[in-house]
């Protein structure tokens, strides 16, 4: 039977010495009646938690003895580890490691197919960029421009400044303006 549910081994007071009764019936209680009223609260708030405690410890012990009677997986005694539980821990690791090689290579989209997963697992980030970015440049043909490089835009003026009529140049400046102020802001 369970100790927290076992009845109490010492007999409750009867309503005469009950301090909550005394106070009941005569509405006044003294501080010996008050001290012994929170003593005997006190004390069965602790016979209830080393009750509860015992419970753990006892519930805690057959765990460790499942642990220890666990078999190994050569048939020797059992390291306390469920094989089971092994067997996660590994598939958590092989998750891990896939998340990773499929983040790298949804960041450097050029090494697929150009370099192994092992190279790309292997790796540290900065080669990985450098790969990445050598790949890019062969596919394009052409140089590798680096992505802050500032865009580079045609000039919209077709004429000569010295062949535009007065409107033309300050609408060319009104373009030039309003370009310079987004680049600031």
Do not use: C
């Amino acid at each position: 039977m369970d100790p927290i549910t076992q009845p109490s081994e010492t007999p409750t007071a009867p309503a005469a010495t009950d301090p909550v009764a005394a106070d009941e019936e005569s509405g006044a209680r003294t501080p010996e009646e008050i001290e012994a009223y929170w003593r005997r609260r006190v004390s069965l708030k602790d016979k209830g938690h080393q009750a509860s405690e015992q419970a753990l410890r006892q519930e805690l012990e057959s765990w460790k003895a499942k642990a220890t009677a666990t078999p190994g997986a050569d048939g020797q005694p059992g390291n306390g580890v469920d094989p089971s539980a092994a067997e996660v821990e590994a598939l958590r690791r092989e998750l891990a490691a896939k998340d990773t090689l499929y983040g790298r290579k949804s960041k450097y989209p050029n090494l697929n197919g150009n370099v192994s997963d092992l190279t790309i697992m292997s790796s540290d980030e900065a080669d990985l960029a450098k790969f990445n970015a050598m790949f890019d440049d062969n596919a394009s043909g052409g140089t590798f421009i680096a992505p802050t490089a500032p865009k580079r835009t045609p000039s919209r003026v077709t004429k000569r400044i010295e062949d535009m009529s007065k409107d033309e140049l300050l609408v060319e400046l009104q373009r030039a303006t309003t370009r310079m102020m987004e680049d600031r802001g």
